[in-house]
Nanobody, 120 residues
Framework: VQLQASGGGLVQAGESLRLACAAY????????MGWYRQAPGKERELVAT???????NYADSIKGRFVISRGNAPNTANLELNHLKPEDTAVYYC???????????????WGQGTLVTVSS
């Protein structure tokens, strides 16, 4: 299973961005997808996840500002980042929990990360 992330960039505080993630390859199943982020000097932290059934989970720090959704295509997910703040500056990593056809059980899969920079 491989993940391809897109979106990100440099924006001003208060503006919006959209990130997209697509899982591809020898996929047997994807249980849920999501995004994590890592700011400079900090540990990687959960941003949001969405299950196949559309159930969502958000970090408290971004509730009410970010929206995660499954994409129209299978094994895709989108993250809308609204009302961005300078503290949202980080590398955002696409994540999937699922199985390739050779996995015996679900595993964690990570994308390459995309940089989001919010200027004040």
């Amino acid at each position: 299973v491989q993940l391809q992330a897109s979106g990100g960039g440099l924006v001003q505080a208060g503006e919006s961005l959209r990130l997209a993630c697509a899982a591809y390859g020898n996929i047997f199943s994807i249980n849920f997808m999501g995004w994590y982020r890592q700011a400079p000097g900090k540990e990687r932290e959960l941003v949001a996840t969405v299950t196949n059934g559309g159930q969502t989970n958000y970090a408290d720090s971004i509730k009410g500002r970010f929206v995660i959704s499954r994409g129209n295509a299978p094994n895709t997910a989108n993250l809308e980042l609204n009302h961005l703040k300078p503290e949202d500056t980080a590398v955002y990593y696409c994540y999937a929990y699922g199985r390739s056809s050779s996995d015996r059980w679900p595993l964690d899969y990570w994308g390459q990360g995309t940089l989001v920079t919010v200027s004040s």
